[in-house]
């Protein structure tokens, strides 16, 4: 299947909820258009609520149009709706308790050219440090239509962390999707790469490559990052004995950390982090840029074998 | 709209009883807001008693109007007048910040009746009005939405994005209060950092602007009442108020602005309210 922005199928999925969800309602702060909220604006517009460029008062805005009733989704930037917001979401959204989902598009490096003010790399850790708050990073544009799709009809505040740049479709329309379940895209027992976002198809493509080595990795779609499947992370753990985790984000407070969090408790084994090494982002090609902060397959190829030289090293 | 003539002489006999009460609960606490807890009862008392529709047996009530307070250090104003009005037992105030309470240092949604949203962090509540009355737009419910908030408050950014939201959507049903009591936490507003002119600031975000003395009960319900008769504009009424009004020593005190009064002080408070003329 051709490749496609995870932001396209959020805008598909906000769409569809525009006639199933009489209840849902969408708010931009001027980035409608880059959040694909604007296909639901252009079918909807009287369900749709422009701020202007005040993210703040945004979340505030939804707050209030949660508290009469309705679902409201606002959208942005990534960085912009969960940075500059990060106090608004913590009382009048995650305190109240509030139906509120935050879509933020431009996640992580998908920006590309317009450098690292832009590109959202620490969203993670401010959103599930809030207590109540639901954390979605989904792996492709099919995923984010049902991610989106299925939070209208999960109470309470979820964050949908979304991407600008296409990537590769690597799930199916039949296969099943449910929030805060992890889903195992590859089996394998020697050891386990636990990914979200793109990052779910470059760790396929590790274990490819892996295979040819004769080692069989098993891969973990976490495209819930919290509430975490602590189950299948501590399963994984047990039955391969070491774990790669392998995020477009900062590897502080992010899914790594999350997994971390679950195995040092229950079942540590030997690890490696994946991801943006505490750097802010910088100009260039989402394509080039992957590569410059080693976010490419062979990155993550090269530390599964670090990890399966720590664990035969324990053994 | 309520169609009774309010008894301003019981009202404001009223509103030394609530007075009474706030400073006894703060002292009880041992901490919290005397000053901006004063300076805001008429304008709670004229809410509660004339102009807000509501229903203390049904604080569900889908068509009720709506009382948002931003100013959450305030909430000590807000728990005695919502007791007062039987939304939950009176001897409950006296919790206040006390482990296990319902009566927060500053206000949990829900966490008693009639508390409608969480504040504390400032700036907010406006933003939150906007959003009820743009659902309640698409449902065609018409109530009024009331936010209060403190001249310190507006220094926050977040209140005047709300204003340029409100102003262009047309939110007749928001009415902004705007306890102006002059001081805030570590001195004169003025000093601090200046707002004025209020009342010609939200005039030019679009507002329709009403200047009141906010301890005068007539001049509250007045304009409440004329506020409720503007079409496509929302409201901002600027309250001329004294923070700690009714006590001469917490008066436009800054001092008096997070601190609980110790006994022999309450008790002077008490006695000065009593005998001061209604």
Redesign the interface.
């Known amino acids: 299947m051709a490749d496609k922005p995870t932001r396209d199928g959020f805008g598909e999925g906000l769409l569809a909820l525009g006639k199933t969800h009489p209840q849902v309602?969408a708010l931009s702060g001027d980035l409608e258009d880059s959040a694909r909220a604007i296909w639901f604006k252009n079918e909807y517009p009287?369900?749709f609520?422009?701020?202007?460029i005040?993210e703040?008062?945004m979340?505030?805005?939804?707050?209030?149009?949660?508290?009469?009733?309705?679902i409201?989704f606002a959208c942005s930037f990534s960085q912009f709706v969960t940075g500059k917001t990060l106090?608004?979401l913590?009382?009048?959204v995650c305190?109240?308790r509030l139906n509120v989902k935050i879509a933020g598009s431009h996640g992580g490096l998908s920006v590309g050219a317009d450098g690292a003010t832009a590109e959202a790399l620490e969203e993670l850790p401010h959103m599930r440090s809030l207590p109540f708050m639901t954390v979605i990073v989904p792996c492709d544009a099919l995923e984010a239509k049902k991610a989106t799709i299925a939070c209208a009809d999960y109470p309470g505040p979820v964050f949908l962390r979304l991407g600008r740049a296409p990537v590769p479709t690597i799930t199916k329309e039949s296969d099943p999707y449910t929030i805060g379940e992890a889903v195992i895209m590859r089996r394998g027992d020697d050891a386990t790469i636990v990914a979200c976002g793109v990052m779910v198809s470059h760790a396929l493509q590790a274990a490819e490559v892996l295979a040819k080595e004769d080692i069989q990795v098993r891969v973990i779609n976490l495209h819930t990052i919290k509430p975490v499947d602590a189950a299948t992370l501590i399963a994984a753990a047990k039955e391969t004995g070491a774990v790669v985790t392998a995020e477009e984000h900062t590897v502080v407070g992010g899914l790594g950390s999350t997994v971390a969090e679950v195995l040092v408790q229950h079942h540590p084994v030997p690890m490696r982090f994946v991801g943006i090494q505490d750097r802010f982002g910088t100009s260039g090609d989402p394509a080039e840029l992957m590569k410059h902060f080693h976010l490419m397959p062979e990155d993550i190829a090269k530390a599964v074998r670090e990890v399966l030289r720590l664990k035969q090293n324990a053994l | 709209m309520p169609t009774t003539v309010p008894d301003l002489p019981a009202l404001r006999k009223l509103a030394v009883e609530l007075r009474q009460t706030i400073l006894k609960m703060i002292a009880k606490a041992g901490s919290g807001h005397p000053g901006g807890s004063l300076s805001m009862v008429e304008l709670l008392v004229g809410l509660y008693w004339h102009t807000l529709r509501h229903d203390p047996k049904r604080p569900d009530w889908p068509d009720r109007d709506l009382f948002l307070l931003s100013k959450g250090h305030g909430c000590p104003a807000l728990y005695t007048v919502l007791a007062y009005q039987g939304y939950f037992p009176k001897d409950e105030l006296m919790t206040l910040r006390r482990f296990p309470t319902r009566l927060q240092g500053h206000p949990e949604r829900g966490s008693v009746p009639g508390v409608e949203i969480a504040a504390g962090s400032l700036g907010q509540g406006l933003s939150m009005a906007n959003g009820i009355a743009l659902a309640d737009r698409l449902d065609h419910r018409a109530r009024r939405i009331f936010c209060l908030m403190g001249d310190g408050e507006i220094q926050e950014g977040q209140v005047w994005e709300a204003a340029m939201t409100a102003h262009h959507h047309h939110l007749d049903a928001v009415c902004a209060i705007i306890d102006a009591n002059q001081l805030q936490q570590n001195g004169p507003v003025k000093q601090i950092q200046d707002i004025e002119p209020l009342a010609d600031k939200w005039r030019a975000f679009g507002w329709w602007v009403t200047e009141i003395d906010g301890h005068d009960l007539a001049q509250v319900l007045r304009a409440y009442g004329e506020a409720g008769k503007v079409k496509g504009q929302p409201q901002a009424i600027v309250a001329r108020t004294v923070k700690g009004k009714g006590v001469s020593f917490m008066e436009l005190n800054p001092a008096w602005h997070g601190v609980a009064p110790k006994p022999d002080e309450l008790e002077r408070a008490l006695k000065e309210l009593q005998a001061a003329p209604i």
Not at chain 1, 49 to 52: H, N, R
Not at chain 1, 59 to 70: E, N, S
Request: glycine share 14%; proline share 3%; aromatic share 6%.
């Open positions: 309602v009287d369900r609520f422009s701020v202007g005040a703040q008062d979340i505030g805005t939804a707050a209030g149009l949660a508290l009469a009733g309705k409201p106090e608004q913590r009382m009048a305190y109240q």
